[in-house]
C-alpha cells in the first residue's frame, strides 16, 4: 500500500465534481451536494465517509476471517451517520454506527468471535474517523 493517496478533484458543473485518484486507473468518481445546493446526482462527501467507514470495517473482517481460514457465507453493513449543527449552527457530522451481519457457518463461530475482538483496529479509516468523529461498530449475528 502506498504512504499517500493523491485524488484529483475537478468541478464538472454546479457543485458536482470527478475524482479519479493516481493510485486507481479505473475511471472516476462523481461527487455532488444535495438540492437546493447542487443538484443531488451523486453522493455527497458526508455519505462517501459513511460507506468509507463501512467498507473499511467489512473488509477488515473479511480479511481477518480470511487469515483464519473462514469463508463469509455472507456480510452486509448498513451504515447509519447522525448529522447536528455545533454551537455555530454548522452542520457537522455528530456519529456513525456501523451494523455489520456476518454469516459464517456454525464450526466457524469461535473464529469469527476471535476476529470480532481485533478487526476494528485494523481499519485505517475508521481508526483515523475515530480521532474526531464518535463510530459505533455493532455486530449482528
Known sequence: MNEKIHAHIRRKEGYKFEISFDEWDKGTVSMDEPVPLGGASAPNASMMLSSAVGHCLSASLLFCLSRSRVEAEDLEADVVTSLARNDKGRWRIEGIKV?????????????????LTMFEDFCIVTASVREGIKVEVEISK
Open 99 to 115: 451494523m455489520m451481519k456476518p454469516v459464517v457457518k456454525d464450526s466457524d463461530r469461535e473464529k469469527l468471535e476471535r476476529c
